[in-house]
């Protein structure tokens, strides 16, 4: 079964703009990964965020993480063409396998 | 650094027919994972392997797939016979097991079709 639920499930933005895109789980967690996926090609890695963590930034990428919420967003700023691709949050509980657990993935178009 | 890489890229087979692909980790990745990804949603977990033991396989139809990584390094998935709700892409990943950060590197995919 799928941990995140991602939201919105689509959204197209003009090049420049802001992109956010909101991940949901139901469990506890270690940790919190973002995952971009371009068409036909395999998950890119992005970002990690740890239970104890609120927010990271790693170049134009901003995650946060409210783990009384039980949720996080991802903030892409001054969007570009080549960001179009599907996210995914993917949460990790702990213990002795790491297993990531992936949401459905929200589909981002950035227009020119 | 070579990344993760799979073969074939794609596969069209009829249904009852058999399938393997192939996966080749980042050299010294202890942890590799086959996903199914079907068409408008995330990938889903169906085996992860550390080195070359099986750490999960809760969520691998073992009537009709299995897998193997012989010591522990490259891995193959095999479907027999395969169905139509198989059409997915198969992705593999690997990660270096360091105690940290679990972030995993996917190869390209292997798209297949069952008609």
């Known amino acids: 079964s799928q941990q995140g639920e991602e939201d919105p499930q689509a959204l197209s933005i003009q090049e420049g703009e802001n992109a956010t895109m909101n991940c949901s789980y139901k469990t506890s967690i270690n940790n919190l990964q973002w995952y971009r996926q371009n068409s036909g090609r395999g998950l890119v890695h992005l970002i990690l965020?740890?239970?104890?963590?609120r927010e990271k930034h790693s170049g134009r990428l901003r995650v946060t993480l409210d783990t009384s919420k039980k949720s996080s967003s991802l903030l892409i700023t001054a969007s570009r063409a080549a960001d179009t691709a599907s996210y995914f949050c993917?949460?990790?509980?702990?213990?002795?396998?790491?297993?990531?657990?992936f949401g459905k993935g929200t589909l981002l178009t950035v227009n020119p | 650094e070579a990344g993760v890489a799979q073969s074939p890229r794609y596969k069209i087979i009829e249904k009852r027919q058999s399938v393997a692909f192939w996966c080749n980790p980042i050299?010294?990745?202890?942890?590799l994972y086959w996903y199914q990804q079907i068409l408008g949603q995330g990938p889903k977990l169906l085996i992860q392997f550390q080195n070359n033991g099986v750490v999960d396989d809760s969520q691998l139809p073992k009537d009709r797939f299995s897998a193997e990584r012989l010591k522990g390094v490259d891995s193959t998935l095999k479907i027999q016979p395969a169905k139509l709700e198989d059409s997915a892409v198969y992705l593999c990943?690997?990660?270096?097991?360091?105690?940290?950060?679990?972030?995993?590197?996917f190869g390209p995919g292997t798209r297949l079709l069952v008609l």
């Open positions: 050299s010294g990745h202890a942890t």
């Open positions: 965020i740890r239970s104890n963590e």
């Open positions: 993917a949460t990790s509980e702990g213990g002795s396998n790491y297993k990531l657990t």
């Open positions: 990943a690997s990660s270096p097991r360091t105690g940290g950060e679990e972030t995993q590197y």
